[in-house]
């Protein structure tokens, strides 16, 4: 029986030891990177620097949330804008194993940079056992390159520490509940973030689909929870497909791009099941983003693929 209270004594103890001097944690403001911190911080204290990059693929008000998040912790942290880099090396790249090796070697680079500035000898990641496995770790197959584990450069300057390599996402939750991080239970968003939201080329236009798409699939959705209509599903998001199809806006035909939503129960992530949402729900998405996003999407489809076979993210 896994017991939080003895993990975060033994981790806090570990981390002591091997922390001798700074160090920096990359920061996403999600439960695995935000447990990280509080950890490492109760570890070191002030020696610590909490950095979040804004990518330029963050949902929408994330960016300003996740700041708050990291004001309430009470840890050092920096801020730091890398959107034009991101955007720039991911110029027509439309492999989804290419684009999380490219965010993964971006990611390493603007640590290193600060860890430079900072003094810091460390980088800690909030990694946890399902990006290890699924990267390919052990004698596993690569699934697919998380961004803090299969994606990494091979060469880094900065030495990294895990230490929530062995736990699974509901282990990692009871953690964040024992404590008291306001962020336990968020739904889990992946570091490459839209970018893998977007199947084929990432452009600003692209990426504002995905992220309005995003929003309306996520406020539909709770507000159904809170509404009593459903269950929470584990995870919840809308997918920028890459196809066109012909659509009519009142009686002009209309030539534009689909959005799929993808919503799943899970415990871990390494499984899950499609979630049953109520048709009610679904058609209030479909009807606010063909109207909100009129001259660009005009098909709504809902991805009803459990993992396996499917991954819950499409690339
Ligand atoms: P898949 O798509 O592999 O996702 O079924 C399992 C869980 O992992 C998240 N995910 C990631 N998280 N970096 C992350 O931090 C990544 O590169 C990454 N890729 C997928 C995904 O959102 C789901 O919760």
């Not at 720039?88 to 430079?116: D, M, S």
């Not at 004698?139 to 584990?149: E, F």
């Not at 497909?241 to 390494?270: E, F, N, P």
């Amino acid at each position: 029986m896994f017991d939080p209270e003895k993990f975060v004594e033994e981790k806090t103890r570990e981390l002591k030891n091997k922390i001798e001097d700074k160090s920096i944690i990359a920061c996403s403001g999600g439960v695995d990177s935000t447990v990280a911190a509080v950890l490492t911080a109760k570890a070191i204290g002030n020696r610590l620097i909490a950095v979040y990059v804004d990518t330029g693929f963050m949902r929408k008000n994330e960016s300003e949330e996740v700041k708050k998040i990291l004001e309430d912790l009470n840890v050092n942290f920096k801020l730091v804008n890398e959107s034009q880099e991101f955007y720039e090396a991911l110029k027509g790249i439309i492999e989804p194993e290419e684009k999380r090796k490219i965010i993964g070697e971006k990611f390493i680079r603007v640590f290193e940079r600060i860890a430079k500035e900072e003094k810091a000898k460390y980088l800690v990641q909030g990694t946890i056992a399902p990006d290890w496995i699924e990267s390919g770790g052990g004698l596993r197959d690569t699934i697919k390159s998380h961004h803090n584990v299969g994606a990494l450069p091979k060469r880094m300057n900065i030495e990294l520490i895990e230490p929530l390599r062995d736990l699974y996402k509901d282990e990692v939750r009871e953690v964040a509940r024992f404590l008291g991080i306001r962020v336990a239970e968020r739904q889990p968003f992946p570091g490459p973030a839209l970018a893998i939201r977007v199947i084929g080329e990432i452009t600003s236009e692209s990426v504002e689909i995905a992220r309005e798409a995003n929003a309306i699939a996520e406020e539909e959705i709770e507000r159904a929870v809170e509404e009593g209509k459903m269950e929470r599903p584990w995870q919840y998001f809308a997918v920028l497909l890459s196809s066109k199809s012909v659509g009519v806006h009142g009686d002009v035909r209309a030539y534009g791009y689909t959005i799929a939503i993808r919503a799943v129960q899970s415990i871990d992530g390494m499984t899950a099941a499609y979630s049953k949402i109520p048709h009610e729900v679904l058609e209030k998405i479909s009807i606010r983003i063909t109207n909100e996003l009129k001259d660009k999407v005009n098909r709504i489809v809902y991805d009803i693929t459990n993992k396996p076979p499917g991954t819950i993210e499409w690339e």
